[in-house]
């Protein structure tokens, strides 16, 4: 087996940030150097609590945690709690965590990590609004080079917006950031709104994560269930979208979607439109690709995935 792929998670939890917290600690191909915290769904003093609560759950006690960001770069912070509840992870009831969160800042974290570790081995895995990575790269230019690839739960195209018709939630609260990440030159992997709308979480795959009768497998029953009642109503859909666990699925199994080389350039000027992310899928703008976009998942291979590796923990 090559070597574990060196992995920084940058999040705020969320159900769906947690579950993908818990995909990655459960799979040995990654190696988690450290998890990153943002506001973003919930304001930074819960996401950060949130990512603590979540390796402890996982039994990952010493997975290092930094809180980062607590706001946009320019704009006020907008956040998510009628979707994800007043804690950011409503549904189990999980301890207070008792490990402790890191002394560091998440954006010095960040930076120290790509300018030790040998150039372009690091892959950054944004899960929320990307101020913590563009100001990693404002503040340290050089780390820009040196980072392997940044696969990001963001956008959409196909499907529109979910939190304004034109823009998806991670994208709109910082707009700004997520410009300065996809004009980096940076290779750029996006779960769009297109994927995640196709890994919804029905009655029978929420189950399979009850059945494991494990700590682990019933919490992540209980935050889907939670999770998806809004989703459901919004959406007319049975089970609401899985959006962050996409993610790390991609790196585990990048068979499991497809999508094409794209020009995304970031909507930042008007306020109709903010935070859309203007995807080239017909290459009419002659503007150089910049990144990968996905738009199919195998649904079923995805949850498949899932179920096993939460097993382990």
């Known amino acids: 087996m090559s070597a574990p792929e ?24 990654l190696d988690v150097l450290g998890i990153t915290a943002v ?31 607590v706001r946009p770069l320019v704009r006020p912070l907008v956040t998510a709690e009628q979707v994800h509840g007043q804690t950011g992870l409503n549904g189990p009831d999980l301890p207070e965590p008792t490990m402790p969160l890191q002394t560091q800042h998440a954006v010095d974290f960040i930076v120290e990590t790509l300018m030790s570790e040998e150039s372009g081995t690091v ?77 919804l979480t029905t009655g029978k795959r929420i189950a399979a994560f009850r059945e494991l009768g494990t700590r682990v497998g019933i919490a992540t029953a209980e935050m889907l269930e939670f999770f998806e009642r809004f989703d459901e109503e919004k959406y007319g859909t049975e089970g609401g979208p899985l959006h962050d666990p996409c993610v790390i699925a991609y790196l585990l199994k990048p068979e499991l979607f ?16 903010m935070g859309m992310t203007v995807v080239d899928w017909w290459g009419v703008s002659k ?20 179920v096993e590796r939460l097993a382990r923990l």
């Open 258 to 273: 497809r999508g094409r080389e794209v020009n995304v350039v970031v909507e930042t000027a008007s306020e109709l439109t």
């Open 6 to 29: 060196k992995i920084i998670i940058d999040t705020d939890p969320g159900q769906d940030d947690a579950v993908a917290i818990l995909l990655a600690l459960a799979s040995p191909e």
């Open 123 to 199: 892959t950054l895995c944004p899960l929320g609004p990307l101020t913590n990575v563009a100001l990693a790269m404002i503040r340290e230019p050089k780390i820009v080079s040196r980072i392997k690839r940044i696969v990001l739960m963001g956008g959409g195209f196909f499907e529109g917006g979910n939190t304004t018709p034109a823009a998806e939630f991670n994208i709109y609260v910082d707009p700004h950031a997520a410009d300065v990440v996809f004009r980096s030159g940076v290779p750029i992997v996006v779960m769009p709104l297109d994927v995640t709308h196709k890994a």
């Open 39 to 69: 506001a973003g769904n919930v304001p930074l003093s819960l996401t950060e609590k949130n990512a603590r609560k979540v390796c402890e759950l996982a039994g990952k006690t010493d997975t290092k945690v930094f809180a980062g960001a």
């Open 287 to 306: 503007r150089p690709k910049n990144a990968l976009v996905l738009r199919d998942i195998d649904a079923g291979g995805f949850f498949a995935l899932l």
